[in-house]
């Protein structure tokens, strides 16, 4: 599994972004069967879950502190990911990675055994 993230970049407080997670599976291995899931990583420290959804996708667990202003959703048919970032703050800075993991829903990193590069989002206030 290979995960390509884009659309971070910089953006003024209160702006919105939207990140983008692209899936490329060897082929037998369904895009469905994996979950795929937003964490960020701020420098020297770990990387924290943003935006989980559960196996079937009916619930998305969110960070409190990004709960209402970030949405996540995802296309099948695309083997796509999205994370869409409004009213963005600064302390929302950091590096981005999508995640993806076969073993069900998880908040923690050790959850996923598929990462992308990670994108930078820089806030400035």
């Known amino acids: 599994v290979q995960l390509v993230e884009f659309g971070g970049g910089l953006v003024q407080a209160g702006g919105s972004l939207r990140l983008s997670c692209v899936a490329s599976?060897?082929?037998?291995?369904?895009?469905?069967?994996?979950?795929l899931g937003w964490f960020r990583q701020y420098p020297g420290k770990e990387r924290e879950y943003v935006a989980v959804p559960t196996w079937s996708g009916e619930k998305i667990y969110y960070k409190d502190s990004v709960k209402d202003r970030f949405t996540f959703s995802r296309d099948n048919s695309k083997s796509t990911v999205y994370l869409q970032m409004d009213s963005l703050k600064p302390e929302d800075a950091a590096v981005y990675y999508c995640a993806a993991g076969e073993r069900g829903t998880s908040q923690t990193q050790q959850g996923y055994d598929y990462w992308g590069q990670g994108t930078q989002v820089t806030v400035s206030s």
């Open positions: 599976i060897d082929p037998g291995r369904p895009f469905m069967r994996y979950v």
